[in-house]
């Protein structure tokens, strides 16, 4: 089963609002992953640049304190490998160009389908 190829993966979910996070770590349990939270973009960087073990960072676009683009940035600045991937309610091309451009992996639009984020997560941690 695919599923098996996220246990025991460690992923930080960067997402301000309550319940999209329970939603989001709700999805990552059922695929037995190591996850981690975190609610701006401030300290999506703190957590990123002190744990050396995360193996993909599920990003919002729009945060409090610092955006996703912002905290994106700073963790380039250390973590060039790093696979983020921004999470977004806006599915524009406009936005899809933007969101690549600046240096995400992949992008997944709001509302996530859960067999949509397993897979996008599984086709960046392979393609890494």
Do not use: C, H, W
């Amino acid at each position: 089963m695919e599923n098996e190829f996220l246990k025991g993966r460690k992923i930080l979910i960067v997402e301000d609002d309550l319940s999209s996070r329970l939603y989001l770590n709700k999805i990552l349990e059922k695929a037995r992953v190591i996850i981690m939270n975190a609610g701006d973009g401030q300290e999506a960087v703190d957590v990123a640049l002190n744990n050396s073990d995360i193996d993909i960072i599920l990003m919002d676009i729009q945060l409090p304190v610092m955006d996703g683009y912002s905290a994106l940035s700073k963790i380039r600045e250390v973590k060039k490998d790093m696979v983020i991937i921004a999470q977004t309610a806006y599915g524009l091309l406009g936005d899809k160009e933007k969101i690549l451009n600046s240096g995400f992996n992949d992008y997944v639009i709001k509302p996530i389908l859960s067999q949509n984020l397993i897979d996008k997560l599984i086709a960046n941690l392979k393609g890494k």
